[in-house]
């Protein structure tokens, strides 16, 4: 799968969604849940949200990290939906709003 492929399905909520619940992760989905809430959407609009805003804001450096995850994992929209939410949080951290997200 390309990279434009997996962003364009990644961006789509519902696709955003799924992907999201496959992590089994139920302290990450109840975090971003949260956070979603905060910020007047729902879970996969968030999702979808945060996906965008890494594709666009991530470095050369983190693009080559997850190009090397994704070689390594198992399911490559599961590895970059990770690093996505990682560096919205991250980023939302350092404007002293965690977790906050621009919906395009």
């Not at 992907?19 to 007047?40: F, I, K, W, Y």
């Not at 996969?44 to 983190?62: D, H, I, K, L, M």
């Amino acid at each position: 799968m390309l990279f434009g492929d997996l962003i364009a399905q990644l961006s789509d909520e519902s696709a955003a969604e799924e992907v999201l619940l496959r992590l089994s992760d139920l302290p990450l989905l109840a975090e971003l849940r949260v956070q979603a809430e905060a910020n007047g959407l729902g879970l996969g609009a968030y999702t979808a949200a945060a996906v965008n805003r890494y594709a666009s804001e991530a470095s050369a450096e983190e693009w080559a990290s997850l190009i090397g995850a994704i070689g390594r994992g198992q399911d490559p929209g599961v590895t970059y939906l990770k690093r996505a939410l990682a560096h919205t949080s991250r980023q939302g951290s350092r404007s002293g709003q965690v977790g906050d997200v621009e919906v395009h």
